[in-house]
C-alpha cells in the first residue's frame, strides 16, 4: 500500500490533509520557529543539518526561512541562503555546492490540480527542483516545479524559471529565457 507520503515524494496526487503529512509540517513549523528566533549563526547551521535530509559542512541560512517539511531538503557543501528564502519542499529539492540564493528566492515544488473539481478536493501533486554546482540566484528569483538547473549557471534577480536550463548560462526574465553563455 502506497502511502501519501510516498505519492507526494513520486510527484502523484496526494491528500495534503493525511494525518502524517500534517505532523511533519507542524514539526516543521516548530523548527522553522526555532530556526528563525536564533541570533547565533553557528546554531542555527547545526539545526539545518539536523532538519534537511542532508547539507554539506560549510551551511549558511539567513533568517526568515520557511518550507513545508525540511527533511525533502538537499544543499551541498558550501551553501548560502539570503533573508527570506522559501523551499516548498513536497518534493525533493537538491541543490549542489557552492550555491548562493539572494534574499527573497523561492524554491516551489507543489502542484496543483487545473482542474477545478479535483483542485478544490484537496489533492496536490509536485515536481522535484534540481540546481547543479556553482549556481547563483539572483535577488527574488522564483524557481518553479519540475526545474532542473546545471552547473554555473546564473540567475538574474527576479526572474521566473519555467523550464530547465543546462550548463554556463545567464538567464533572466518572466519566463527566463538565456542571456549570456558563460
Known amino acids: 500500500m502506497t502511502t501519501e507520503r510516498e505519492k507526494m515524494l513520486a510527484g502523484q496526487l496526494y491528500d495534503a490533509a493525511d494525518t502524517e503529512l500534517k505532523t511533519l509540517r507542524l514539526a516543521a513549523r516548530e523548527k522553522m520557529a526555532q530556526f528563525n528566533d536564533e541570533l547565533d549563526r553557528s546554531k542555527r547551521k547545526e539545526l539545518v543539518k539536523t532538519w534537511f535530509g542532508s547539507t554539506g559542512d560549510n551551511v549558511m541560512i539567513e533568517p526568515r526561512f520557511a518550507c513545508d517539511y525540511g527533511v525533502n531538503i538537499h ?64 535577488g527574488g528569483a522564483t524557481i518553479l516545479p519540475g526545474v532542473t538547473l546545471g552547473d554555473n549557471v546564473v540567475v538574474g534577480a527576479g526572474a521566473v524559471v519555467t523550464k530547465s536550463f543546462g550548463d554556463n548560462v545567464v538567464i533572466a526574465g518572466n519566463p527566463a529565457k538565456i542571456i549570456k553563455t558563460l
Not at 86 to 99: K, Q, W, Y
Not at 104 to 131: F, K, M, V
Request: with cysteine; charged share 15%.
Open 75 to 138: 544543499v551541498g557543501e558550501n551553501f548560502y541562503a539570503n533573508f527570506n528564502c522559501t523551499m516548498l519542499d513536497v518534493c525533493e529539492i537538491r541543490i549542489g555546492d557552492n550555491a548562493m540564493l539572494g534574499p527573497n528566492c523561492q524554491l516551489l515544488t507543489p502542484l496543483h490540480p487545473l482542474d477545478a473539481i479535483e483542485r478544490i478536493s484537496g489533492l496536490e501533486y509536485g515536481a522535484p527542483i534540481t540546481i547543479g554546482n556553482n549556481v547563483w540566484l539572483g
